[in-house]
C-alpha cells in the first residue's frame, strides 16, 4: 500500500517575514536540503514557507502577502532543476490558492492544504475551509495533481465535536481532496495508529497519507499502513527542526520505508 516518500524543504523566513535575510539564502538552505533527500533516495518533495512563522491564515480575508506566494515558486523551481525530483507546495498556514497557483506555474504534483473543509481552532484563530473556492481555481488552471487535505490537521482543534468516521468520509466525499493526510498533535509527532487505523475502515481504499511524525523507529507500523508520507523534522541532523537535512538520517529513514514494488 505504500506509496511516495517525500522530504519537506523548510524554507528560511522569506521577505515580508521576520527574520528574513536575502533571498540568496532562503535558495541555498533550500536546495541543500532537497539534495539531501535526493541523495537519500526520496521520492519527491514539499516546499512550505514554515520560516514565516507567526503566519496569516491564508484564507480569503488574510491571504499571504504576494512575496510568500513568489518565493515558494522561486524556491519550488530551484529545488526541482536542482534534483530532478517532483515537488509538492504547502503554503502555510492555509493559503490553497496560493499553493495552487504555484503548483501551476512550476509543474508541481501535490498541493497539501491543512484545513480543506471544516473548521478548525487554530494560533492564528478559526481557520475555514475553502474547499468550493479552491475547487473553482483548480479548474480554472487546468492542475492535474494530487490535492491532499488534513483531517484533524496538527497545531489545531475542531471548532466543534466531530465524529472520526463521519469526518474522514466528509473529507473523502464531498471536499474535492484526492487523498487526505493524518498528522501527530505537533510538527514531528507521530500518528496514533488506532486513529489510522479507524479512518482506514472509514474511507476504504481513499489514500491515506502520514503528515508528521514518521521515523525509523515506527515505519514498521505506519509505513506499510499508508499510501504516502510527508517527512522532515526526523531526517534534520539530530532530529532538530531547525537543523540542515541529514542526509545519513534521511538514508537510514528510507530503508526503513522501502519503495513499493510494482
Not at 526541482?80 to 504534483?109: E, F, H, Q, Y
Not at 491543512?114 to 479552491?134: H, S
Not at 474511507?203 to 511524525?213: D, E, M, T, Y
Not at 507500523?221 to 545519513?248: F, H, M, N, Q, S
Amino acid at each position: 500500500m505504500s506509496g511516495p516518500l517525500l522530504g519537506v524543504v523548510h524554507l528560511p523566513p522569506l521577505p515580508s517575514a521576520r527574520g528574513h535575510r536575502s533571498m540568496a539564502e532562503v535558495i541555498a538552505s533550500a536546495v541543500a536540503d532537497a539534495r539531501a533527500f535526493a541523495a537519500a533516495g526520496f521520492d519527491g518533495l514539499v516546499i512550505e514557507n514554515f520560516g514565516d512563522a507567526p503566519f496569516h491564515k491564508g484564507t480569503i480575508g488574510d491571504p499571504v502577502p504576494p512575496d510568500a506566494t513568489a518565493g515558494l515558486a522561486v524556491a519550488a523551481a530551484q529545488v526541482a532543476a536542482a534534483t530532478g525530483l517532483p515537488v509538492g507546495v504547502n503554503c502555510l498556514r492555509n493559503d490553497g490558492m496560493a499553493a495552487l497557483g504555484v503548483a501551476a506555474v512550476v509543474g508541481a504534483r501535490w498541493v497539501r492544504v491543512n484545513v480543506l473543509a471544516g473548521a478548525y481552532v487554530t494560533d492564528q484563530g478559526v481557520i475555514e475551509g475553502e474547499a468550493a473556492r479552491l475547487a473553482g481555481y483548480r479548474r480554472r488552471l487546468g492542475w492535474n495533481g494530487m490535492l491532499l487535505a488534513d483531517y484533524l490537521v496538527k497545531h489545531a482543534a475542531p471548532l466543534a465535536p466531530i465524529d472520526v468516521a463521519t469526518g474522514a468520509k466528509d473529507i473523502a466525499e464531498r471536499s474535492g481532496a484526492d487523498g487526505l493526510v493524518l498528522s501527530g498533535a505537533r510538527t514531528g509527532q507521530p500518528v496514533d495508529a488506532g486513529l489510522l487505523d479507524a479512518v482506514r475502515a472509514a474511507v476504504g481504499a481513499f489514500p491515506i497519507w502520514l503528515g508528521s511524525g514518521l521515523t525509523a523507529d515506527n515505519a514498521a507500523t505506519l509505513w506499510p499502513r499508508c499510501d504516502g508520507a510527508i517527512v522532515g523534522t526526523w531526517c534534520k541532523r539530530d532530529g532538530r527542526l531547525a537543523e540542515p537535512v541529514d542526509v545519513g538520517r534521511a538514508r537510514t529513514l528510507r530503508a526503513a520505508c522501502p519503495p513499493r514494488r510494482a
